[in-house]
């Protein structure tokens, strides 16, 4: 355990961030999850909606910094991928 004052306060800031990310990135996995869930059922409308939610959802965790720009710009397109798949 830190002895100074500072690097106390940097142990809690770092929790708090640290659940902070992990809630993020629990929001982005639920998200994906409900669209490749729409996916498998075939169910081409609320595959779209699910995909406009979890595209944004990546992209707001993406500009808070939780993930990188271009892992979330990966994530979309791959989702995007499936979902033209399926209007194929």
């Not at 979330?72 to 989702?79: G, I």
């Amino acid at each position: 355990m830190a002895n100074i004052k500072s690097a106390k306060k940097r142990i809690k800031v770092i929790d708090k961030k640290t659940a902070l990310n992990k809630a993020r990135k629990s929001q982005i996995k639920t998200a994906i999850r409900k669209f490749e869930n729409a996916v498998a059922n075939g169910n081409i409308e609320d595959a779209t909606i699910n995909f406009k939610s979890a595209q944004k959802k990546i992209q707001q965790v993406a500009s808070k910094g939780t993930i990188h720009k271009n892992a979330a710009a990966r994530k979309v397109a791959k989702l995007a991928s499936k979902l033209n798949s399926m209007n194929a």
